[in-house]
């Protein structure tokens, strides 16, 4: 069974940097691209990017590219989200996903890691 | 890239149909057969409920069926019933490993 364990909620005030983690498991972790997906409070869902644990390529968003970094350490079969200068409006629920084979469908999805930036 | 668009909101009673588009360009919706379909209940995760346009994950009710015409999507949702109410979100591959969503529809059952 495929599942994606996403890090605890965070509290975080403008300007510290953060980094949250998903651990997957029940699957090859370095033949799946893995991802990120925002939804800010009451609003939709936006893709945000995906590595490949592979090899490490990543692909962004153009409207995450240079905001954030994703990563992944395929040693412990976790994958990264990480801001280095965290705003207001960075507050979110975060989910992390696994696409398919192809990188065509988000097929799974973690539980969502709460982050919330106030001063 | 601009958010694929959908309808705010859609409803029926049950026992009813509702069908919701997702509106995009031939540079996503348009130029791939990769449409997928997204049901999120309130303070939940996503589920993957269509992919490739019309396919079911196992487990996904035959109520749910997708299609594709031109540069729009849409998922029906067959004889409604209460717990189908929810979000549902559309989504597009979009070239170069990139995926947009819509911008989601409300599901209410009267």
């Known amino acids: 069974e495929v599942q994606l364990v996403q890090s605890g909620a965070e509290v975080k005030k403008p300007g510290e940097s953060l980094k949250i983690s998903c651990k997957g498991s029940?699957?090859?972790?370095?033949?799946?691209?893995i991802g990120w997906v925002r939804q800010m409070p009451g609003k939709g869902l936006e893709w945000m990017g995906i590595?490949?644990?592979?090899?490490?390529?990543?692909r962004y968003s153009p409207s995450f590219q240079g905001q954030v970094t994703i990563s992944a350490d395929k040693s412990i079969t976790t994958a990264y989200l990480q801001w280095s200068s965290l705003k207001a409006s960075d507050t979110a629920m975060y989910y992390c996903?696994?696409?398919?084979?192809?990188?065509?469908?988000?097929?799974?999805w973690g539980q969502g890691t709460l982050v919330t930036v106030s001063s | 890239q601009s958010a694929l668009t959908q309808p705010p909101s859609a409803s029926g009673s049950p026992g009813q149909s509702v069908t919701i588009s997702c509106t995009g360009t031939?540079?996503?919706?348009?130029?791939?057969?990769?449409v997928s379909w997204y049901q999120q209940h309130p303070g939940k995760a996503p589920k993957l409920m269509i992919y490739?346009?019309?396919k079911r994950p196992s487990g996904v009710p035959d109520r749910f069926s997708g299609s594709k015409s031109g540069n729009t999507a849409s998922l029906t949702v067959s004889g409604l019933q209460a717990e189908d109410e929810a979000d549902y979100y559309c989504?597009?591959?979009?070239?170069?490993?990139?995926?947009?969503f819509g911008t989601g529809t409300k599901v209410t059952v009267l």
């Open positions: 029940g699957y090859t972790f370095t033949t799946y691209w």
């Open positions: 590595i490949y644990p592979g090899d490490s390529d990543t």
């Open positions: 989504n597009s591959y979009a070239g170069s490993n990139n995926l947009l």
């Open positions: 996903v696994r696409e398919d084979i192809v990188a065509t469908t988000v097929e799974y």
């Open positions: 490739e346009v019309s």
């Open positions: 031939s540079s996503d919706v348009g130029g791939y057969n990769y």
